[in-house]
C-alpha cells in the first residue's frame, strides 16, 4: 500500500475532504517548512535584486529638473472703436491650451538656442555632431531641447509651467528661464505686431477717406464754375 508522505498529509486529507474547493488545498504551514529549508535561495534573490538596485542607482545618470511658472494674462485691448483702453475679459476655449503650445514652437526654441550658445553643448547636439554644417546643427539643437522641455498646465487656471530637464542643476534653471522669457518675448512681439498691423489698416483707411474728400470737394468746385457760382 502507497504511503502518503508527512509533508503531503494534510494537505491529501482536505483535498479529500472538500474535493470541490482548489483555493482551500493550500497549506500555509508546508508553504512555510519549504521556504525555511530553502532560506538561501530566498537570501540569494534578494540580495541580488538589492545588487542590481543599488547598481542602477550608483551607476545611472542624474538628471535634474527645474521649472518655470508663466502667468498668462487673457485681458486684452480693443484696437479699434470709441473705447480703445477698456479691457476684453473674455477668453475662448482653449485659450490657454493654444498658448502653451507655442512654448514649444521651433520659433521660440530657436532663439533659446541661438541666445543661449546650445549649438556648443554636447549636451544638446550630441556627441557626433561634429562634421553637421550650421543649419543642421541648429536644427537638432532644437529638436533635442524641444525633448527636454516639459509643458503643464497644473490646474484650470491661466498658469503654465515650463520645465527642462538636463544633467546639470543649474542648466536646467537656466534654461528653463530662458525658454519662459522667450515664450512670454513671443506673446509681447505678437501683440506688438498685432497693434502696427491695426494701425497700418486705420491708416490706409484714413487716407482713402482723405482721397475721397479731396475728390468730392474738387468736383464741387468744378460744379460752381461750371455754373457761375461765386
Do not use: M
Given at each position: 500500500m502507497h504511503e502518503v508522505p508527512v509533508e503531503q498529509r494534510p494537505v491529501a486529507a482536505r483535498a479529500i475532504a472538500e474535493p470541490g474547493d482548489e483555493a482551500a488545498t493550500v497549506d500555509l504551514a508546508l508553504v512555510g517548512r519549504l521556504l525555511m529549508r530553502r532560506w538561501w535561495l530566498v537570501a540569494l534573490v534578494t540580495a541580488l535584486f538589492l545588487g542590481l538596485a543599488a547598481t542602477y542607482v550608483v551607476l545611472a545618470p542624474k538628471t535634474w529638473r527645474s521649472t518655470t511658472r508663466v502667468l498668462l494674462d487673457p485681458r486684452d485691448k480693443q484696437l479699434v472703436g470709441s473705447d480703445v483702453n477698456k479691457p476684453q475679459y473674455s477668453i475662448e476655449a482653449g485659450w490657454v491650451e493654444t498658448r502653451a503650445e507655442l512654448v514649444k514652437s521651433h520659433g521660440n526654441l530657436a532663439a533659446v538656442v541661438k541666445r543661449e550658445g546650445l549649438t556648443a553643448d554636447p549636451e544638446i547636439v550630441g556627441s557626433d555632431a561634429a562634421g553637421l554644417g550650421p543649419e543642421a546643427l541648429a536644427a537638432r539643437a532644437v529638436r533635442n531641447l524641444a525633448e527636454m522641455v516639459l509643458v503643464e498646465?497644473?490646474?484650470?487656471?491661466?498658469?503654465?509651467?515650463?520645465?527642462?530637464?538636463?544633467?546639470?542643476p543649474e542648466k536646467s534653471a537656466r534654461l528653463s528661464q530662458a525658454v519662459a522669457e522667450a515664450f512670454v518675448a513671443g506673446l509681447a512681439q505678437a501683440k506688438v505686431d498685432q497693434i502696427e498691423q491695426a494701425n497700418a489698416l486705420l491708416s490706409r483707411q484714413v487716407e482713402t477717406m482723405r482721397q475721397k474728400m479731396m475728390e468730392a470737394e474738387a468736383k464741387v468746385e468744378e460744379y460752381k464754375r461750371a455754373n457761375g457760382i461765386a
Open positions: 498646465r497644473p490646474k484650470e487656471n491661466n498658469i503654465v509651467d515650463v520645465a527642462v530637464t538636463t544633467k546639470a
